[in-house]
């Protein structure tokens, strides 16, 4: 999360809660079909529309994921993978716009028109060039298909409804907000949509002269970062829904169906992985949190800028972006953290609450509260949308420096238990030490080489710490679970260094 120089407005606190929110005033009244039978009317995009769609969506990706990573030489092979899978398909001759994110999260997706993109976390995970190709073919394969048209119709759908709700609210900021809400296109693929861009996926790896299998093994790899990730949440024993299984829903025989795509269409044709030539390109690149967006450390987010620290509530999984901190659990439950940096401007905590952040929203009287001897303040309201009830509970702190911290907690139910996990969350709000903060530094991705006799032990030599180290090594690093270390052989470590890119 970065500091704007702009003020955050009620807006931004809306458009980080969703459509339910923006509701509050006068609740829309109509179901969940009622959007989908509005998005039917809209199911008319011509292939022309699809580059401005692209176009329009693609600033706000990069807003939501920490904009464009830039290192020397990565942007332009990347580019390359995605142009060598597209000479094979219908779409050869059409713009292509192919984007590695700032982002630690493991991700790809893609917009209608060409519009490409995968997360550096997502290239720190893959073994070799062939696994990101199978991804990016996949990818590909949607865009082909024109699913995201088909997500777009649903998005329009969702703008309209905010506009009717714009009207009745008569807010124009509530009717921008449904169109917001609505254009970001990453509501889940269907199975059906997923089975088709795998296929069209293993299609295109053959045909592009890459290993067929290699999209089955980036599925493993995925399946092994998610569990990973679900360990670090405190979920160990299952994969849940992490990063890329987010968007794109993770069924049981994915695997297998690539693999069987795979086998069908086998040939005797000599394909290489490109191990080598991926490994030389992403040696040193910066990998976990960009130390300006700040950090998550578990449930710990540190901003070594800001100088401010917090947990999650327990059982959370933070998220950063450019624009706020975000966190959720397996229930649903969200949590929202961002910075006025207009400040209190004179009014007590309480005050600011009511006249400035919450100042179109009905909510109980604002409660005085010390967070680490700091002035704050905290409210509690209900949202009501199609007879669906959401609590919120709201806190502001006066961070000093004319800065104002605000957190958002949002859950289907208001139960003391997770009154107690909020609480504890908001009352760990601190300013973050010289000393503490200057000890953060930037990690990134070196590619080293075994040596004869080293153990794993060796191999882990220079780390940096994390709470699971061996799982995260062999997480990068598969080929090292049994144990045997061969000369000459590459591997992946984490890093602390002194630049990044």
């Known amino acids: 999360m970065r500091m704007k120089k702009s003020a955050m407005s009620i807006k931004s606190l809306i458009g980080g809660l969703g459509i339910g929110l923006a509701l509050v005033l006068q ?30 969506q693609h600033g706000r990706i990069l807003q939501q994921y920490g904009g464009e990573y830039k290192k020397e030489g990565l942007n332009e092979y990347v ?31 893609a917009l209608p028109g060409g519009y490409v993109y995968v997360t550096r976390g997502l290239l720190a995970m893959a073994n070799n060039e062939a696994e990101v190709a199978g991804v990016l073919a996949h990818e590909v394969g949607h865009v082909i298909a024109r699913h995201g048209v088909e997500r777009q119709s649903r998005a329009t759908g969702m703008g309209l409804l905010g506009a009717i709700a714009g009207i009745l609210t008569q807010s124009a900021d509530v009717a921008r907000l449904g169109q917001t809400v609505g254009g970001l296109f990453l509501a889940d693929y269907s199975r059906d949509q997923e089975y088709e861009a795998d296929s069209l996926g293993v299609k295109y790896l053959g045909l592009a002269g890459y290993p067929r299998e290699a999209m089955a093994d980036f599925l493993l790899r995925l399946e092994a970062h998610s569990k990973y990730s679900a360990k670090l949440a405190g979920k160990e024993g299952s994969s849940g829904q992490y990063d890329f ?43 976990g949190d960009d130390i300006r967006e700040g950090v998550i450390r578990g449930r710990d987010f540190l901003h070594p800028d800001l100088r401010l620290t917090f947990k999650a509530p327990k059982g959370f999984q933070l998220i950063n972006s450019t624009r706020a901190v975000f966190a959720k659990d397996r229930s649903g439950n969200q949590m929202i953290f961002d910075m006025d940096p207009r400040g209190l401007q004179g009014l007590s905590p309480g005050q600011y609450m009511s006249r400035m952040w919450l100042s179109k929203v009905k909510h109980a009287p604002p409660q005085s509260i010390l967070v680490g001897g700091a002035q704050g303040a905290r409210t ?48 760990s709000f601190r300013p973050l030490g010289y000393e503490e903060a ?11 080489t075994a040596r004869s006799g080293e153990d794993l032990e060796d191999l882990m030599d220079g780390m940096v710490e994390a709470k699971y180290p ?32």
């Open 27 to 56: 609740p829309v009244t109509g179901s969940a079909r009622d959007g989908d039978q509005i998005a039917d009317l809209f199911d008319i995009f011509e292939p022309s529309d699809e580059q401005a769609i692209g176009k329009q």
């Open 79 to 109: 580019l390359d993978i995605v142009l060598r899978i597209v000479a094979v398909t219908e779409k050869r001759n059409e713009p292509w716009n192919v984007t590695v994110l700032n982002s630690p999260m493991v991700n790809a997706f």
């Open 245 to 287: 299984f987010a968007t794109h829903p993770q069924t049981e025989d994915r695997v297998d169906r690539a693999r069987a795509l795979a086998k069908q269409q086998a040939d005797e044709l000599q394909r290489s992985y490109g191990t080598k030539r991926y490994l030389e390109n992403i040696d040193q690149m910066l990998f």
């Open 380 to 427: 509690h309201f209900i949202v009501s949308n199609n007879n669906r009830k959401t609590y919120i509970t709201a806190v502001v702190v006066n961070f000093g420096y004319e800065k104002v911290a605000r957190f958002i907690y949002k859950s289907r139910t208001r139960t003391q238990e997770l009154e107690d996990r909020y609480a504890e969350s908001y009352f």
């Open 438 to 448: 200057s000890k953060i530094k930037p990690v990134g991705l070196e590619i080293r």
């Open 470 to 501: 061996e799982d995260l090594f062999l997480l990068l690093n598969p080929a090292f679970k049994n144990r045997e270390i061969k000369s000459g052989q590459k591997y992946k470590l984490p890093v602390i260094m002194d630049n990044a890119d």
